[in-house]
């Protein structure tokens, strides 16, 4: 009963996967056994000092390994605690799957039948967002400030050791704000690796990807905290864009939003369609998106059938903090972060 009130008593993660494409483990068998072993050995390590985990269990097909990381500028003792959170939460939201991976604030915890460490997973890519909603008076300056405060901690977080790649900074935006950065990497990332992982989060074409998904869950009621599969991520493109190729694409709006313009939610799916296109090239910027958000009058191209796996697959959340004046907005892989701040 004890440990049952612990598990329900753990805070949520901002985002979990459990990926399905390595299959399931079964009870009592080996793979079990090693997760278990190298879950544990993880939980009671204090030596590491800071803040990394990269450590294996088993051997072939049995083989588990495992990556935690804590952001660098928390204390140990909060980084023990938020990793055997981790681990407690992890295995209990994704029973049996031999990959899975967590996100707190302050740490994350992955595991896998795979090989993760020293490797930049472009299969996975796993994507967070947090957004500040609110708008800057000058967005060519903001996204000017933004890329040069960004290129700077890029650099400074990839030329890190094997302790650590993380830097944090702030710049001068705009009407007088302050905007802050942190950006982080697995320190097992060689320098490279690292500036590669940091510079394909912050692509604006590609990311745009993830702002379509989003729209067309919001708009379809399909929204959630999290996005288990590639496989949903499919089904809800290939609706949208189904209904859409057939000229039924009002069938996709949730029927629950009665008080919002039908034609509003139209144009939020035709602008989440040109977002998720296939080709890259062909996506919107999100200067773009903002203009066609709020103009009329803005002829809007037709949008291409989408790409149903954006590197394997997006994950998104707009948590309650996101609607929060001053908060804080966030990419995340599973290998890489951003996060910006305003004053």
Known sequence: MNFLYHLLALPDFFYHL???????????STYQANLNSLLSSISSNSEISYGFYNLSAGQGSNKVNAIALCREDINLDVCYSCVNDSISKLTQLCPYRKEAIGWYDTCMLRYSNRDIFHIMDAETSL???LCNPNNVSSLDQFNQVLENLLDGLRSNAASGGSLGKFAVGYASAPAFKTLYALVQCTPDLFEQECNDCLVSITRVKSDIFSFGVLVLELVSGQKRSYIDTEEEIKCLLTQAWKKWDEGTASNLID???????????MNCIHIGLLCVQESISDRPTIASV?????????????????GFFMQSSVILKASSSSLEPNSTS???????????APL
């Open 18 to 28: 459990c990926l399905s494409g390595n299959g399931n483990y079964t009870t009592n």
């Open 127 to 129: 994507r967070y967002y």
């Open 255 to 265: 029927p629950t939003l009665k008080e919002g313009s039908r034609n509003e939610m």
């Open 290 to 306: 903002i203009h066609m958000l709020n103009s009329n009058s803005v002829t809007r191209p037709s949008p291409a059938k989408p």
């Open 330 to 340: 966030s990419i995340e892989s599973d290998q890489c972060r951003i996060a910006t």
